[in-house]
């Protein structure tokens, strides 16, 4: 069991939570299960290939999961997944 | 019969060794220490370059902390050649030193031989009264406060991140300030935007940061750019910066923004907020990554909230401006580990910091290349450019 950091512009999509907890040994497991339980954020995640969208880094406790092995980077009970999409609100 | 002061100074140089300039200026450039035990006013008017400076009465008490090691050559000199002959002895005969020579004909000799000298830079009385909690700092001092007080910093933006960040740079005495911004104070600001107040609703942004800080700190020069930063005039107001502070509201600009600074080579200290979280990161082309490193296409702009307006805890902008100031500060002093290549978040519900690492993505399609390599066209360009935030300004 993973814990999953939620992005403000995901939140609406999971209910407003900050944090999920998630089942997976690998990040892919992971996002996946996150999609099942919450299906709005499939298409925010994944591209119609499957793959991570660009626009969305996702990161192993502090590490880059694409520096890792993606969406295969083994994941262990105590690991936070970082979910993290670009934000630009400066000075509205 | 004591002898008299010229017979005693006679006596003294035939017991310590002197030197010429020339060869003084040699033995400099082979490590010799040379210090100038002159006055400290003297010393103000122009001194040799690198040399270190003891008054002469402070030989005995402070030689030891600048010269530590007594094997170490030394060479002193002062406006003539007599005052750092006396020196000589103290060092040589009272403080057990082993190599000190005294420069003869001192700096007034030094000087019409046509060598270089140093006149340092000096604060004024005020300037010293205002400064003096940074003065006091080992990590800022003199040499530090000089820096800031040269140092160009661009604020895009005197809004939620600028207003915090513009007061503390100029306090902290930034030299220059420009400040980009085509909005006036509207009245929805004043909840985060400390820098506009009240009574200057209504008015260009620019000039009402300007009054704000020229009422605080004098020394700032304020530069003020009232336009919206876009393709057509980023190369005209960029240039000359030594550090970019960005609070941009939108991503077709912060792209622009990445592209024109990797090609200048003008390190950008970045903040986002949104509701109670920010993000802080420093994108200093080729030291670290770059915004395309870390965002190589923006969000869709259902995904992307600076489309629209959003709240935003007023204190928020606060925090996140001053952390900016903060690495800015950094940045220019050259002190302690800045946000290079990490990105730092913010949670103020939960008061809590966590940080990710950002890596250089090695085929970035911008800071992978040489910075005269990049063309004005493909600037801030990136794919779906026309269609992204349709709407958003």
């Not at chain 2, 002062?78 to 082993?98: K, P």
């Not at chain 2, 300007?210 to 336009?227: F, G, S």
Request: proline fraction near 7%.
């Amino acid at each position: 069991m993973a814990t999953v950091k939620i992005p403000p512009v995901l939140r609406p999509s999971v209910g407003g939570e900050k944090e999920l907890s998630a089942e997976g040994d690998s990040v892919g497991e992971i996002l996946q299960a996150v999609a099942d339980m919450h299906p709005e954020t499939r298409s925010q995640l994944f591209s119609s290939d499957g793959e991570l969208n660009r626009y969305v880094n996702v990161y192993l406790n502090d590490e880059d999961v694409r520096v890792l092995d993606g969406l295969d980077t083994k994941v262990g009970a105590g690991d936070t997944l970082v979910i993290l999409p670009a934000m630009a609100g400066g000075t509205v | 019969m004591s002898p008299s002061g010229a017979e005693l100074l006679r006596q003294i140089k035939s017991r310590i060794d002197e030197i010429d300039p020339a060869a003084a200026r040699e033995q400099a450039s082979n490590g010799a220490v040379v210090v100038d035990v002159r006055e400290a006013e003297e010393w103000a008017a122009g001194h040799i370059p690198g040399a270190k400076h003891v008054p002469k009465s402070y030989i005995e008490t402070r030689i030891e902390g600048t010269v530590p090691d007594r094997s170490q050559h030394v060479i002193l000199y002062c406006q003539s050649g007599n005052r750092s002959a006396w020196a000589a002895r103290t060092m040589l005969e009272d403080l057990g030193y082993e190599h000190v020579e005294s420069m003869t004909g001192g700096i007034t000799l030094w000087k019409d031989r046509g060598y270089e000298v140093e006149v340092p830079r000096t604060l004024t009385a005020e300037q010293r009264e205002r400064y003096s909690r940074h003065l006091l700092l080992p990590e800022v001092g003199l040499d530090g406060q000089q820096k800031l007080l040269d140092a160009k910093v661009l604020l895009l933006g005197a809004g939620g991140l600028g207003s915090p960040a513009a007061l503390y740079l100029a306090a902290a005495g930034v030299g220059t300030l420009g400040i980009v911004d085509n909005d006036d104070v509207d009245l929805s600001n004043l909840q985060r935007q400390v820098i506009h107040s009240s009574e200057r609703i209504g008015i260009p942004k620019v000039d009402s940061a300007e009054q704000t800080i020229t009422a605080l700190n004098p020394d700032v020069q304020v530069r003020k750019y009232a336009l919206r930063l876009g393709p057509e005039n980023i190369m005209d107001v960029l240039p000359g910066y030594d550090i970019v502070v960005d609070g941009l509201d939108n991503f077709p600009t912060r792209y622009l923004l990445n592209d024109a600074s990797v090609r200048l080579g003008i390190p950008v200290v970045s903040a986002a907020i949104l509701g109670f979280e920010g993000q802080l990161s420093v994108f200093k082309p080729y030291d670290g990554p770059c915004y395309r490193c870390l965002f190589p296409v923006p969000p869709p702009a259902e995904l992307a909230p600076s489309c629209g307006a959003n709240g935003v805890l007023g204190v928020l902008p606060g925090t996140m401006g001053l952390l900016q100031a903060t690495e800015v500060v950094k940045l220019i002093l050259g002190e302690g580990e800045p946000l290079i290549g990490r990105l730092l978040m913010y949670d103020a519900l939960a008061a809590r910091f966590t940080e990710v690492r950002v890596r250089r993505d090695p085929d970035c399609p911008i800071c992978s290349r040489a910075p005269e390599s990049i063309s004005d066209e493909e600037m801030g360009v990136f794919p779906d450019y026309e269609a992204f935030c349709a709407g958003a300004h």
